[in-house]
């Protein structure tokens, strides 16, 4: 089991940056895939970003390719998003999640375990 926890959300102007961080708890971090996903308010959870546990292939929404970029280091047992050129339909709430499946993981069913989220408000 892991326990997941958000940072680093907050308000930025349209084309500004900003990284979210998501530590993990547990000794076995490195086995899990790692996904960041957002959510605003009367509308479905939607997959932004996810790692693979060993860091080496990741995958991303079409709405974020190229603007944002996920990592991890399992040595710290966090997993970061770096949002860059952010725009105002990037405003919601951030969510880190772990699953225990293999391979690139990007419906919100195939995730146990979430963080409670880091609020992101992007100005125009």
């Known amino acids: 089991q892991v326990q997941l926890l958000e940072s680093g959300g907050g308000l930025v102007q349209a084309g500004g940056s900003l990284r979210l961080s998501c530590a993990g708890s547990?000794?076995?971090?490195?086995?899990?895939?790692m996904g960041w996903f957002r959510q605003t308010p009367g509308k479905e959870r939607e997959f932004v970003a996810v790692?693979?546990?060993?860091?080496?292939?990741?995958a991303y929404a079409d709405s974020v390719k190229g603007r944002f970029i996920i990592s991890r280091d399992n040595a710290k047992n966090t997993v970061y998003l770096q949002m860059n050129s952010l725009k105002p339909e990037d405003t919601a709430v951030y969510y880190c999640?772990?699953?225990?499946?293999?391979?690139?993981?990007?419906?919100?069913?195939?995730?146990?375990?979430w963080g409670q989220g880091t609020q992101v408000t992007v100005s125009s």
């Open positions: 999640a772990a699953t225990v499946f293999s391979g690139v993981r990007v419906k919100v069913g195939e995730y146990a375990y």
């Open positions: 547990g000794r076995t971090f490195d086995s899990y895939g």
């Open positions: 790692i693979h546990w060993s860091g080496h292939s990741t």
